[in-house]
T-cell receptor, first 116, second 112 residues
Framework: GAVVSQHPSWVICKSGTSVKIECRSLDFQATTMFWYRQFPKQSLMLMATSNEGSKATYEQGVEKDKFLINHASLTLSTLTVTSAHPEDSSFYIC????????????FGPGTRLTVL | GENVEQHPSTLSVQEGDSAVIKCTYSDSASNYFPWYKQELGKGPQLIIDIRSNVGEKKDQRIAVTLNKTAKHFSLHITETQPEDSAVYFCAASFEGGNQFYFGTGTSLTVIP
């Protein structure tokens, strides 16, 4: 099956700093990538959808200036949490797929972000 | 938009027993229903899925049933094993679309 990787798997940072998380599709070209946030014992909350070469579409309530998403190639999307605060601490998961083919969406292993 | 509800939120079963998790959805346009298993600290992994043109699908100890009329689908795990312990999420989507609508998750514990 298709493999999606995330890097780093965990990160600890100080409040006020920015953190970049990478999501890569290793063996297929992903026209669409999704970023989710998951709080402990809760479901996945979609933050934004990004299509290669265009601006990301953010879900209601997600600050686009705080969570910068770049999808510059068919195999890489990045999420940058800018000026991180402790409330941004969470588990961030990406998924990659082909536009219009939801059944071929594959999830990454997640990144645990802790902001001190 | 789509609303997916999942029950129960927690489930404990004895090893060897069966486990059933149920989901309902609201949008009749949804036609793709995957189930994911998420272990602690990891991303979701697809374990089985079903499309609306079939009523049941089975893969070894795992099966999924779909009732389009009632808009509900269920995950059945037979002969449960301790390694089945995890959080399970159902989801609904329109096959030609992008977005998944996830259920709230079920934490399954299989007691040895």
């Amino acid at each position: 099956g298709a493999v999606v990787s995330q890097h780093p798997s965990w990160v600890i940072c100080k409040s006020g700093t920015s953190v970049k998380i990478e999501c890569r599709s290793l063996d297929f070209q992903a026209t669409t990538m999704f970023w989710y946030r998951q709080f402990p014992k809760q479901s996945l909350m979609l933050m934004a959808t990004s299509n290669e070469g265009s601006k990301a579409t953010y879900e209601q309530g997600v600050e686009k200036d705080k969570f910068l998403i770049n999808h510059a190639s068919l195999t890489l999307s990045t999420l940058t949490v800018t000026s991180a605060h402790p409330e941004d601490s969470s588990f961030y998961i990406c998924s990659a797929g082909i536009s219009g083919r939801a059944y071929e969406q594959f999830f990454g292993p997640g990144t645990r972000l802790t902001v001190l | 938009g789509e609303n997916v509800e999942q029950h129960p939120s927690t489930l404990s079963v004895q090893e060897g027993d069966s486990a059933v998790i149920k989901c309902t959805y609201s949008d009749s346009a949804s036609n793709y229903f995957p189930w994911y298993k998420q272990e602690l600290g990891k991303g979701p992994q697809l374990i089985i899925d079903i499309r609306s043109n079939v009523g049941e699908k089975k893969d070894q100890r795992i099966a999924v049933t779909l009732n389009k009329t009632a808009k509900h689908f269920s995950l059945h795990i037979t002969e449960t094993q301790p390694e089945d312990s995890a959080v399970y999420f159902c989801a609904a989507s329109f096959e030609g679309g992008n977005q998944f609508y996830f259920g709230t998750g079920t934490s399954l514990t299989v007691i040895p």
